[in-house]
């Protein structure tokens, strides 16, 4: 899941080019990249950059061209930013297709459009993006009516996309280069941007979608409770795919009362100290509202299955007790301490 979070917030403009971060030898465009995320209030020069993708033999496909030229040209002013992005030709033939790129503050913008889509399409063919995260993500997005994606940079790590550096080496060959003007004055005019499409919801939406599919959905959640200095709650979870992958999940703070569960470990059990709508949704269940009944539930195998539960601050805590008993998915308790342990697994 995470290949999408990450292609969307430079691929749309640069392609994989961006990603090279360990390399000795940085593309001139990802210092490029660099410098305009840095946010210096001093910054101010204009830009012109050169930009060849070519695909490797091994991750040719019939779909995608070989190689793929693009000009990149803008400007730069302290915190604001606009690019120009074209892609010139492709195996040889002139090709005319342009995107636009506008970052104010900590907000970026992506216009989507032909080329947006055309560089979603190469990152597909490489299998740099699961096709079922491609899918998704063009039911969510409409290309052709002059919309906006917008990310919050404050989101936005470089150091993210190191993990990512040897499958970008396998799949692509990158040369660039950039000139700068530091001479002209800069004065970035104001653009008036359409209600855009927030990249945090579309990437909520696709992760519930893919927790719902086979091979994406997780298989097993280890579950480590536990209260800080402040007697502030939270749930940790170790989540493996069913392909194997594990990933350590954020930290979630939580309202329930895990003192009296240290007491008295049967509650481990049969207390609501459990999250109902974020752990189900986790293992790939819809959580629905009945208001006539004022319960929670989900539908499995055909049938609802009703949960009675806590109501704490409009959320809905139940016991692992219901989730053994009611549902498909089997409970090994490990302890019930000062961290309360616990792993929940499909059958």
Not at 22 to 36: G, H, Q, R, W
Not at 122 to 150: A, N, Q, R
Not at 232 to 243: G, K, P
Request: charged share 30%.
């Amino acid at each position: 899941m995470k290949k999408i979070l990450c292609f969307i917030i430079i691929a749309a403009i640069l392609a994989t080019s961006v990603l090279s971060l360990t390399s000795c030898d940085k593309p001139d465009i990802y210092v490029l990249v660099e410098n305009i995320l840095q946010n210096k209030d001093d910054a101010a020069y204009f830009f012109d950059a050169e930009l060849s993708i070519q695909i490797k033999k091994d991750y040719l496909n019939e779909a995608m061209p070989e190689k793929m030229t693009f000009k990149i040209n803008g400007m730069v002013s302290g915190s604001q930013a606009h690019a120009s992005v074209g892609l010139v030709q492709a195996d040889g033939e002139n090709i005319d297709l342009k995107t636009s790129v506008y970052k104010k503050d900590n907000l970026l913008w992506f216009k989507l459009d032909d080329l947006s889509r055309i560089i979603l399409d190469l990152l597909s063919s490489t299998d740099f993006i699961d096709e079922p995260v491609k899918t998704l993500f063009d039911g969510m997005v409409d290309y052709d009516d002059g919309s906006y994606l917008y990310f919050d940079l404050k989101d936005f790590n470089l150091i993210f996309f190191d993990s990512y550096v040897k499958a970008i080496d396998k799949a692509f060959a990158v040369k660039s280069s950039v000139k700068y003007d530091f001479k002209k004055d800069v004065d970035i005019p104001e653009y008036e941007l359409i209600p855009g499409l927030n990249f945090s919801d579309i990437k909520n939406k696709i992760e519930k979608e893919l927790l719902k599919l086979p091979g994406y959905r997780y298989s097993e959640l280890y579950i480590v409770m536990e209260t800080d200095e402040n007697k502030n709650n939270f749930i940790n979870i170790l989540a493996t795919r069913e392909n194997g992958k594990k990933e350590i999940l954020e930290k979630v703070k939580i309202d329930c009362d895990l003192a009296k569960v240290r007491e008295n470990t049967e509650l481990a059990f049969i207390g609501d100290i459990i999250p109902m709508r974020y752990l189900l949704e986790l293992l790939g269940e819809t959580v629905s509202w009945d208001n006539n009944n004022k319960q929670a539930y989900i539908t499995q195998n055909g049938r609802n299955i009703y949960f009675t539960g806590s109501l704490i601050k409009s959320k809905t805590y139940i016991s692992l007790f219901q989730i053994m008993t009611k549902t498909d998915y089997l409970i090994d308790f490990i302890e019930a301490d000062e961290y309360i342990e616990v792993k929940i697994f499909r059958k």
